[in-house]
């Protein structure tokens, strides 16, 4: 079957936020590079997520660039096909207001349910506004998914509503999945079972049998695969984190190289994250007033904060750090953290798989994390760092040197200082014995879709 069939075409299928670009984008990359005639679409859950497609996050940008066709998911029937994943990004970004409120009325008019002949009213009116509008045009799911040979995305999506008739209407055999985060479980059981009850577990029992095939950053994932999605091991290949590859991290910083603000401070990075069970508002209060007060009140660094997409508490920011200090001593970013975190001299992180990243920058990364006490991680399976205290995988693993307090905090920025390098070293030891090297990586997964296609 040659590449430039129809049949040839892929579909990634991109949920409720972007995440899982991080790792498709050098895939697709790579799967385009080995024949620049394979197609590949891109269908958005709704228009707030082909909003995340920004000029400020190099990823996304070169992501949309391997993109051919766009659509929006506009009811279990239903797809708004836009000309280009530019346009998707600039509807939802009111840069095309028109059009905007035009894809707004024909999604609330494909949603009606009652009254047949309302339901049919509603669906002509749709079809006849989007018509109308330069750029788009309205097709049906059933239709649309028959033409593709194989579909791209994140197993996790199993259990969000919106993919229930995409479901019932793509070939498992067909489906490619790339996580959004890692799964290297400390446990050998792996992970839990769906949390959606039955038809979350029936849709990944028809899946595994099905066919559908996992692409694993590392060996020890296959428990949770096997566990959480009933994957026999024969479904699932290995082949590491693509996004990791020196190259695609040089291609990435490129692309945004000359937006890097000008600073004469030093600068350190810091990935943040919402405030719930593993780091309580008080716990992060306290984590966030020892960085302003050894970092930058004692040793004179700026901040760069880039928050979790799920995170809401600016204010807590501005009240620690001081919002007539910002940009000055601190400031969010929306950069990827290839680039944003260039130049920085060590990564701190609550609890984040950016934490990988900066280390495959070559960065220092220190996870500033305090689990005891909390109830939830206090049992006797809870997995433990070498000091006998709850951790959380990363730490587990040695992928990220922790600490809970001041003291510790302290220690651990003096030996990031002085021997970045020896502090670095050993936590990639500790990589390479649970990942394999991330170079090839990409082509790795791209045989695997091109073996699908």
Not at 53 to 63: C, D, R
Not at 424 to 435: I, M, Q, V
Request: aromatic share 10%.
């Amino acid at each position: 079957m040659s590449a430039g069939n129809q049949s040839d075409r892929a579909l990634l299928i991109i949920g409720p936020n972007i995440g899982c670009l991080d790792n498709w984008a050098p895939v697709l990359a790579a799967y385009q590079d080995e024949d620049e005639r394979r197609k590949i679409d891109c269908l958005f859950r709704d228009l707030g997520v082909a909003a995340q497609f920004t000029g400020e996050n190099a990823v996304y940008a070169l992501a949309g660039s391997s993109v051919v066709g766009a659509f929006i998911k506009a009811s279990p029937e239903y797809w708004i096909k836009l000309s280009s994943v530019r346009i998707a990004h600039d509807i939802a970004e009111h840069r095309r207001p028109l059009m905007h409120r035009v894809l707004s009325a024909a999604v609330r008019l494909l949603a009606v349910r009652k009254g047949s002949i309302r339901v049919r009213i509603a669906r002509l009116s749709a079809r006849a506004l989007v018509s109308l509008t330069p750029h788009l045009s309205l097709c049906r799911e059933a239709a649309r998914v028959s033409g593709y040979s194989c579909f791209l995305f994140d197993l996790w999506e199993l259990r969000k509503r919106y993919f229930e008739s995409l479901i019932r209407r793509i070939p498992a055999e067909k489906c490619i999945s790339l996580f959004h985060g890692f799964s290297v479980s400390p446990s050998e059981q792996g992970g839990r079972r769906f949390e959606r009850g039955r038809d979350g577990e029936a849709a990944a029992k028809r899946f595994a049998l099905g066919g559908v095939r996992a692409l694993l950053f590392s060996p020890r994932e296959i428990p949770f695969y096997r566990k959480k999605y009933y994957l026999p091991e024969s479904r699932m290949t290995v082949v590491g984190i693509p996004r990791h590859e020196q190259g695609w991290i040089q291609r990435v910083q490129r692309f945004r190289r000359a937006t890097l603000p000008a600073t004469s401070k030093s600068r350190i990075f810091l990935a943040s994250r919402p405030t719930q069970s593993i780091l309580p508002e008080e716990r992060k209060r306290r984590a966030l007033t020892e960085i302003r007060n050894l970092l930058i009140e004692e040793r004179g660094y700026k901040l760069i904060i880039k928050q979790h997409p799920k995170e809401k508490l600016e204010n807590l920011f501005n009240e620690v750090f001081g919002e007539a200090q910002y940009g000055d001593t601190w400031e969010f970013t929306q950069e990827h953290v290839f680039v944003a975190a260039q130049g920085c001299a060590f990564g701190i992180v609550f609890y984040s798989a950016l934490s990988l990243d900066l280390l495959m920058m070559g960065l220092p990364v220190i996870e500033y994390l305090d689990l005891s006490g909390i109830d939830d991680f206090g049992g006797a399976e809870m997995v433990r760092d070498s000091d006998g205290n709850p951790c959380l995988e990363y730490r587990f693993w040695g992928l990220v040197y922790g600490v809970g307090n001041r003291d510790e905090f302290m220690e651990a920025v003096l030996k990031a200082e002085t021997h970045p390098e020896e502090f670095t070293e050993r936590l990639r030891r500790n990589y390479s014995r649970l990942f394999p090297s991330p170079e090839g990586a990409a082509r790795r997964a791209a045989m695997v879709l091109g073996s699908e296609t």
